[in-house]
């Protein structure tokens, strides 16, 4: 089952410009991760941000998580060509006494020169 | 370097046909992981393993088995009872099974003739 949802499913900007994608969820978690994909390539793990925690930064990356309303969002500072990519959030919740990863849609960002 | 490490990249199975993806790692992780996307959509998890000789189902299981017989390596089969096979997969791998970060393969493109 799906549990994040990003919004927008689409992003357009130019280089120099932000970009802030959102990410809900339904269920309790113990954390909340961003991922990165370029087309036809695997995933790479951008930040993680634990249930706890209410801002983190990482380079021209910030991500806030809002337990109360079940979301989060990444803001993407200064964008480059680049940073064109799928973006997904995922969070990890216990599983029968395991802990996995849910991956919502993803988040398509173009970044034009 | 270490990674992961997914053959072949590209792969079509014909009608009736059982075929398996490879998925190897050198980073000394205990936990692995199959995911599935389509186009457009998000990942879907497949199988886990925390530790070797152990394996669990994910949310999509049916018409897929693995087994983890090496740390090192967890092969997936797609059976001919996968109806729908074509999909992008993905293989990943965690230091522990606690919902900490992913590190992914480059992924495998499967295609039915």
């Known amino acids: 089952s799906q549990q994040g949802e990003e919004d927008p499913q689409a992003l357009s900007i130019q280089e120099g410009e932000n970009a802030t994608m959102n990410c809900s969820y339904k269920t309790s978690i113990n954390n909340l991760q961003w991922y990165r994909q370029n087309s036809g390539r695997g995933l790479v793990h951008l930040i993680l941000?634990?249930?706890?925690?209410r801002e983190k930064h990482s380079g021209r990356l910030r991500v806030t998580l809002d337990t109360s309303k079940k979301s989060s969002s990444l803001l993407i500072t200064a964008s480059r060509a680049a940073d064109t990519a799928s973006y997904f959030c995922a969070t990890a919740s216990m599983n029968s006494g395991y802990s996995t990863l849910t991956f919502g849609k993803g988040t398509m960002l173009l970044v034009s020169p | 370097d270490g990674g992961i490490t997914q053959s072949p990249k590209y792969l079509f199975r014909k009608e009736g046909q059982n075929v398996t993806l490879s998925c190897e790692q050198n980073?000394?992780?205990?936990?692995m992981y199959w995911y599935r996307q389509d186009p457009g959509q998000g990942l879907r998890l497949i199988y886990y393993?925390?530790?070797?000789?152990?394996?669990q189902k994910g949310d999509i299981a049916e018409g897929y088995s693995v087994s983890r017989e090496k740390k090192e390596s967890f092969p997936l089969t797609v059976t001919s009872a996968q109806k729908n096979p074509t999909a992008f997969y993905l293989c990943?791998?965690?230091?522990?099974?606690?919902?900490?970060?992913?590190?992914f393969g480059s992924g495998t493109q499967l295609s039915v003739l």
């Open positions: 990943a791998s965690s230091i522990t099974g606690g919902g900490e970060k992913l590190f």
């Open positions: 393993s925390q530790i070797v000789n152990d394996f």
């Open positions: 941000i634990r249930s706890n925690e």
């Open positions: 980073l000394n992780h205990d936990a």
